[in-house]
DNA sequence: CGATAATATATGAAAAGGAATATATTTAAG
DNA sequence: CTTAAATATATTCCTTTTCATATATTATCG
């Protein structure tokens, strides 16, 4: 293992950094280079960093964006509904909700008929700031989406539907 | 916050489960379901999710195959470069190169010209790891874009593309 | 050249994440 | 109804990741 030893100088300050990705080489024959699951990878890393980001800047746990968005326009998803949703096991999301539960973000109420299922709200401290946030990711895709027309946009997401949906 | 007591009886035996995705709700108004970037963190959660499965069966850690899944047609990346292109955090980086290096998939050279970087090449070993890898890879995406013409392949990588390669 | 800034990798403490399992409740079998 | 299996959430323990910073080397500027 290369090591190094005695006297420092030098450090970073920021957010710690994802080091710039490198562009392929010119004539690639990289298997990364045309693999769905690192384009897909990709892709979803570079545009969501970016947002994150932003809700970094304004000092937003991504849990707290994440929950709070999959909450909105639902009247409620129980502990397993959100996991799935925003793509946590379950064990994060009940750790998650706990946090949220105590900053006054959510509310946990046990489901009616039910007794198992908790069945997690936005509380309206919770719904104030996904308002906003949701504005701010719109903003955001309308700058990520730029450059594609309208037809394009409509492809993309549909094609991206269809891999959610598809059968495994 | 909800708690339990007493008695225990059931548990679960298989890799922990993020629970089934929900379908949107019919007429849905919900945010998520219009919104970019959840599409593609979903859809690459969702592909991602079955290969990580079929290496998770196969003991294999995911570093050990992004990793050399990356340096896969290269002569050699710098620990930096290995971490833009892995999507990973430089110091995680460090932390799996030594991993992979112990257990004898990579090298560490040092770089001629810079003795700051380090020089990761793959092992005879983890060549051959690589390569049934990515055969299997290959068969996955296969699977994955069963239903899609290749039109629509084209398109969807190209557009996933044009998202990498955009200018913040 | 010598000092200071910049860059690349490594390290250590702390937080987050995950597998396995415990607990609580409901459903199914008989 | 009673017991066993299934399901939903919580908890524990351990590994991995991350943040902040240290270390090593190179580049720049006077």
Redesign the pocket.
């Known amino acids: 293992?290369?090591?190094?030893?005695?006297?420092?100088?030098?450090?970073?300050?920021g957010?710690?950094k994802r080091a710039p990705l490198l562009p392929p080489k010119a004539g690639s024959r990289r298997f990364i280079d045309d693999y769905l699951l690192y384009l897909l990878s990709r892709a979803s890393a570079m545009a969501s960093g970016e947002f994150h980001a932003q809700l970094r800047a304004r000092k937003i746990?991504?849990?707290r964006w994440r929950v709070l968005a999959v909450l909105d326009g639902t009247d409620g998803l129980?502990?397993?509904e959100l996991a799935a949703a925003c793509l946590?096991?379950?064990?994060?999301m009940?750790?998650?909700?706990?946090r949220l539960e105590v900053e006054g973000y959510v509310a946990?109420e046990s489901?009616k008929g039910?007794?198992?299922?908790?069945r997690v709200v936005a509380t309206d401290k919770g719904r104030a700031l996904v308002a906003g946030l949701i504005a701010e990711a719109k903003a955001h895709e309308a700058r990520v989406l730029k450059n594609h027309s309208a037809t394009e946009k409509k492809h993309l997401k549909n094609a991206l539907r269809r891999l959610i949906a598809r059968e495994t």
Request: proline share 8%.
């Open positions: 293992m290369a090591s190094r030893s005695t006297t420092g100088k030098r450090a970073h300050r957010a710690a746990p991504l849990p129980t502990v397993g946590f096991k379950q064990p994060t009940t750790k998650a909700l706990d946990r489901a039910d007794r198992r299922r908790v």
